[in-house]
């Protein structure tokens, strides 16, 4: 591992300055309420809701994990940076509910939909996931980059980024963290792909590469009887958490609810899903590099996670080093500064306000302010724990989520697509369903002591990704047949609000929110996505 070198230290200072710049910038010239702190006050276009959506998605542990992903032989895992599709499932089905019911956060919209019971449910759950999952985990990949690639002790490097990214994020609110975003994700892209045309350069392009990790390594569709990535499982349940992530979790959706309307909503997450289909070329393609240069004797790493920043430390020369070494420091700042923000929301907006109707606004935001100094101060605790990770984290991390998603998808997505399903039916599915994806996590940890061929051995050692299409499938289930064994929604609780009870007034402005280039840029995102998906089938 080569250490930055003094035109490194330019690149990632001038980066910082300008950072700093639009961070103080929009500090000046925000407002005190809650609709500027926590959305921006809602006038945000689309290049800056879609570049902010793509850099609250690309972390470091993406970055770290995804690289790691295709340095180990675990290539089925880039299906879930494919998910453009989905992305544009927010913006053409999810959104326009949203809008219409002019919620701050998901909690709310459940509420709407369903009761307070749901609100309440959601967000306590959203909250501590954020804590266990993204914080976490953010950090403990930020902590593997800034100390390999800055050459400063792990602890001291996550730490002090936490803490400089929760300070902005704590002053600045919503606005700072997506003016910022855009300029993390531009910095970011330049640097992973100037990394990739030098890795595939220095490996002798594609074709060399494939003829050294095997045609085989860059196939993403694995038998139905593989017992790590049967394709029909990794389709079905990376389509649920990807509906979970980008159409359902508030950390995502809360960027497209800061636009001007729903127009600029929507282009926002078009934009957002065109971005969506660099990481597979940005990301995962520079671990399969760093293996393939590993196979020939020209590089060495000793596990799996820590391929990007040895491939970048060793390929990029001085100054290019730094910049990169930069788009990995704002990865890592953007993920946690939108975390820390949406938690805050979640928070004020759907646990304080609730218990407290009568709050001023500048009161309400302060609480914001609080909440987001109590997450990071939680962070930089749980960093101890989260060291202990072994093993690949991007697949650890899709795990998780696999136990997290399904009943929160089912709720949403049957919630708008069929009148029938009432609140007692969402109740019992979200209750039942949190029970079962934190029961398997438990299974899971003790499956050694469980004894083999019994039921709950069974749960607990069964791939993940076939548990979480068979979950899915439960809370399908479950929420249909509660509903319809009791009492059917009120009117109030489905108009504009499911498919079907959309008034001729809401679906005239919707049709007017879009034209023929929306759909085209839509369409050639689902080719693409097609594209890539039969490219990478191993000839």
Request: charged share 15%; aromatic share 12%; hydrophobic share 50%.
């Amino acid at each position: 591992m080569q250490t930055l070198e003094f035109l490194d230290w330019i690149s990632i200072g001038i980066y910082f300055s300008i950072l700093a710049g639009i961070a103080i910038w929009v500090i000046k010239s925000k407002k005190n309420n809650t609709e500027d702190y926590f959305l921006a006050g809602r006038n945000v276009g689309w290049f800056v809701v879609g570049a902010s959506i793509f850099a609250s998605n690309i972390g470091s542990e993406h970055v770290v994990g995804l690289a790691g992903a295709g340095a180990s032989n675990k290539l089925p895992m880039l299906i879930y940076e494919i998910h453009a599709w989905i992305v544009l499932i927010l913006g053409w089905v999810f959104l326009p509910f949203y809008q219409r019911a002019g919620v701050f956060t998901m909690p709310e919209f459940l509420e709407k939909r369903f009761d307070s019971r749901m609100r309440w449910i959601l967000s306590v759950f959203s909250i501590v996931a954020y804590v266990l999952t993204k914080i976490s985990v953010t950090i403990y990949a930020g902590g593997i980059v800034v100390s390999a690639l800055l050459g400063i002790d792990f602890w001291t490097g996550a730490i002090a980024t936490v803490i400089l990214t929760g300070i902005y994020t704590v002053l600045g609110g919503m606005r700072a963290v997506v003016y910022t975003e855009t300029l993390q994700a531009l910095v970011l892209i330049a640097g992973a792909a100037v990394l990739t045309y030098i890795g595939l350069d220095r490996v002798g392009g594609w074709e060399s590469m494939k003829a050294t990790v095997t045609p085989e390594y860059l196939n993403m569709w694995r038998p139905a009887s593989d017992p790590d990535f049967p394709w029909p499982s990794l389709f079905i349940s990376s389509t649920i958490v990807g509906i979970w992530y980008w159409c359902t979790d508030q950390y995502i959706v809360q960027r497209t609810l800061t636009a001007k309307n729903i127009t600029e909503g929507r282009r926002g997450t078009i934009f957002g899903a065109l971005m969506k289909l660099l990481p597979v070329f940005l990301f995962l393609i520079p671990g399969v590099i760093a293996l393939t240069l590993k196979m020939r004797g020209e590089l060495e790493w000793e596990t799996a996670d820590q391929a990007f920043p040895v491939l970048m430390s060793n390929l990029l020369p001085a100054g290019l080093r730094g910049l990169v070494a930069a788009g990995l420091l704002a990865a890592l700042m953007s993920s946690l500064a939108s975390v820390f923000n949406s938690v805050s929301t979640l928070f004020t907006v759907d646990i304080y306000k609730k218990l407290k109707p009568n709050t001023p606004e500048k009161k309400l935001v302060k609480t914001g302010q609080l909440a987001t100094v109590v997450v990071v101060i939680i962070g930089i605790f749980w960093i101890p724990i989260m060291a202990n990770i072994s093993g690949v984290l991007y697949e650890y991390l899709q795990s998780v989520q696999t136990y997290i998603a399904p009943p929160i998808a089912a709720v949403f997505i049957m919630g708008i697509m069929y009148k029938r399903i009432n609140a007692q039916g969402a109740y019992v599915t979200l209750i039942s369903g949190f029970i079962i994806g934190f029961g398997r996590i438990f299974l899971e940890i003790i499956s050694d002591s469980l004894h083999p061929g019994s039921v709950l051995h069974t749960v607990g050692t069964m791939n993940y990704l076939t548990f979480g299409a068979w979950f899915f499938l439960l809370c399908v289930l479950m929420l249909i047949g509660v509903s319809l064994a009791t009492e059917a929604p009120k009117p109030e609780k489905v108009l504009n609000l499911t498919f079907g009870t959309v008034t001729p007034e809401e679906k005239k402005i919707t049709r007017a929110s879009y034209d023929w280039k929306d759909v085209s840029i839509s369409i050639f995102v689902v080719l693409v996505v097609i594209f890539v998906m039969l490219w990478f089938n191993g000839r």
